[in-house]
């Protein structure tokens, strides 16, 4: 019942073999502009309102501002699409700070990602639910946590389904915050066009008014406030180069055509809000965003033949906001969990979050991003502000982490690429753009939130650091192992043993060639001296985050398996056993070791199954997180399956390896 209950809510598995599955599950541009620019475009419902709040009286800015805005999206986006280039197979701020200033500041700019992911989240969501409860009687307020709760558990279904299944689901609200927010911005605009010179000449006499009062140091001082106020309007652009992965190909000409699409829109769309709330002489009401007052404004009064078809087109473009917004909460299941997976792959996460599900889905991230989402709101209880505030200082650290590399790049290739001279100004304009929002909200922010992003992004930082350690240590006992028991290996006989299917046999399960695996293999000689006949090693050929990038890659993966397994052969070979290996390739690694030992059974009838563990000195409740409990769980369906399983425990630290080298080390019990 709980397969079927599985299979309804989150489809099939997929095949990896079918060079048709990376076709159907990639995104085209327009698709991509959805699933990814919506993050960027929805910021549009709030980065302007915070800015124009920032402003206070003097709104005559909002002009200048509203340049401000366009030059600012162009200048970063262009800047991103220049990363796409150097950088094809996505990652976005996390690869560019490991490959272009090193592995302490790619961490430093992963872990400021994980937690921006966490935050479009929170911060899509409590937006989109702002929006619908600002047209909802105000005592319907209680329940706006819990409805944002709803919407969380809904996305992490949608994307544990798969990313092309969330994208083409939410389309049609992408469709309908487009053509609702057209009809406002051109319809705003061109309602007043007549008064364009008065306008204009109030906006003249107060900005020569706010000159006399505040001087031109505190006019700037006032903008720029307002500048980095409203720099969540900018948040999100980074997400077309981090989710490079599941674009179409060409991806890079697919990622650029999406990095256009969204600058343009954003441009469009944020420039334009900033400029109406002048126009209509918008201003904070309580319990309201600024759009749904300049909504109100707009087309409140509308009415055809006596019906308020006005009210009607406010709620159906609020409701357009707050979809998109939701919409724009997909970038960061998209993006959060492929980071995720790009940093476990470095070893400063847990292994696991690099695995796929057999819907070809990170599924341990999507469950811990979404987690993550649903604990910040609740611990702001959705306040739009804080989560913005918090929201705006990871992304421009990333921002900041990301120029500066390629500032760095362009520095140093200057002599040998040509363009450098096209391209270095836009990276140090972009460093000094985010470096100087980033600056001015932490200060004016600390005390409103800043505090606690920066707290937690550290610690996180400081967490990387030691599940990277710990993997270290147990890499460099492993090679210690490996470089202990070679000095046991006898050199390969004249005359191989052949395989005899009717003897017992000992089937040893291993992963790579190292020294855990020679060490499964001396032990099992040891604790059965002479009783097995035949010796055949298993390998399953694990595609990851890394290997889903097409069939190719997936026959990569088969290569390599070949490859390690083939040297256990003639390792057991050289020690005088019949030897040989079977193999599979797979993304759930336990079904398939499970099916292939079935099969294996079949042919060896008197075969026993051995799988390696490692074992600690003193056992800590993380272990289990770092390190799969792959041997027990296959031991487990063996055992049940009525075949005989062991698991082989070895110790890989220091301290275990203080006995001689000549002897191959005695099991641990």
Aim: glycine share 10%; with cysteine; aromatic share 10%.
């Amino acid at each position: 019942m709980l397969t079927r209950l599985k299979r309804l809510l989150l489809g099939a598995p997929r095949n990896i073999f079918d060079p048709r599955t990376y076709h159907n599950i990639s995104l085209v541009a327009l698709l991509a502009w959805v699933g990814l620019g919506a993050d960027g475009l929805s910021s549009s419902a709030y980065g302007p309102d915070e800015a124009f709040r920032a402003l206070g009286e003097h709104t005559y800015l909002a002009v200048p501002f509203t340049l401000a805005i366009a030059l600012t999206v162009f200048i970063i986006s262009f800047a991103y699409s220049r990363i796409i280039e150097h950088f094809p197979y996505g990652g976005g701020g996390y690869i560019v700070a490991s490959r272009l200033l090193g592995p302490k500041f790619g961490v430093v700019s992963g872990a400021a990602l994980l937690v921006d992911y966490v935050l479009t989240i929170s911060v899509s969501i409590a937006g989109g639910a702002d929006q619908v409860f600002s047209v909802l009687p105000p005592e319907a307020a209680r329940y706006k946590l819990l409805a944002e709760a709803v919407v969380i558990g809904l996305m992490v279904l949608l994307n544990l389904r798969g990313v092309r299944e969330s994208v083409a689901v939410l389309t049609p609200i992408f469709a309908l915050f487009i053509v609702t927010h057209a009809v406002l911005i051109f319809g705003g605009i061109g309602s007043h066009l007549g008064a364009v010179p008065q306008v204009a000449m109030e906006v003249r006499q107060n900005f020569h008014a706010g000159l006399a009062t505040l001087g031109l140091g505190g006019m700037l001082a006032l903008f720029m406030r307002a500048y980095a106020m409203g720099g969540g309007t900018y948040t999100g652009i980074e997400a077309v180069s981090n989710g490079l992965q599941i674009m179409r190909e060409p991806k890079v000409e697919t990622g650029k055509r999406t990095m256009l699409y969204m600058a343009i829109s954003l441009a469009l769309t944020a420039g334009g809000i900033m400029l109406c709330y002048l126009l209509f002489h918008a201003s904070p009401e309580p319990g309201k965003t600024m759009n749904a007052v300049l909504l109100q404004r707009f087309a409140g009064e509308w009415s055809v033949w006596g019906l308020p078809v006005g009210h009607a087109f406010v709620v159906l473009t609020l409701a357009a906001e707050a979809g998109l917004l939701f919409v724009a909460a997909q970038a960061g299941f998209i993006d959060g969990p492929r980071v995720m997976s790009n940093m476990a792959l470095d070893s400063w996460l847990p292994h696991r979050f690099a695995q796929l599900s057999n819907r070809l889905t990170s599924q341990n991230g999507v469950l811990l991003i979404g987690s993550a989402a649903l604990a910040t709101l609740w611990y702001t209880r959705g306040n739009i502000t804080a989560l913005v505030t918090m929201y705006s200082i990871n992304v421009f650290l990333t921002f900041s982490l990301t120029e500066l590399g390629m500032s760095r790049f362009w520095i140093r290739k200057r002599k040998k690429l040509p363009e450098w001279k096209r391209s270095l100004p836009i990276h140090l304009i972009g460093l000094g753009l985010c470096s100087t929002i980033l600056t001015v909200v932490v200060i004016e922010k600390f005390r409103e939130g800043a505090w606690v992003t920066l707290i937690i992004t550290s610690l996180l930082v400081g967490l990387c650091f030691w599940i990277r350690g710990h993997y270290e240590r147990v890499k460099d006992s492993l090679k210690q192992l490996e470089e202990t028991i070679h000095g046991a290996v006898m050199p390969a006989p004249d005359k191989l043993v052949p395989i005899r299917r009717a003897m017992p046999t000992a089937v040893l399960l291993v992963n790579r060639y190292d020294g855990l695996g020679i060490h499964g293999l001396l032990t099992i000689q040891q604790l059965f001296p002479g009783h097995f006949k035949n010796f055949i090693f298993v390998s399953i050929g694990a595609i990851d985050a890394a290997a889903m990038k097409g069939v190719e890659e997936v026959d990569h993966v088969r290569e390599r398996t070949d490859r390690e397994l083939q040297r256990y052969v003639t390792l057991g070979r050289g020690l005088g056993l019949a030897a040989d290996y079977r193999m599979s390739v797979g993304i759930e690694v336990l079904d398939e070791a499970e099916t292939l030992c079935l099969a294996i059974s079949r042919e060896f009838p008197k075969a026993m199954f051995f799988a390696n563990k490692l074992i600690f000195q003193q056992e800590r409740w993380y272990q289990s997180l770092l390190h799969n409990e792959t041997a027990y769980q296959l031991q487990h369906r063996l055992q049940f399956a009525g075949l005989h399983s062991m698991v082989l425990s070895s110790r890989v630290f220091a301290e275990s390896l203080s006995r001689s080298a000549s002897a191959a080390p005695a099991p641990a019990h």
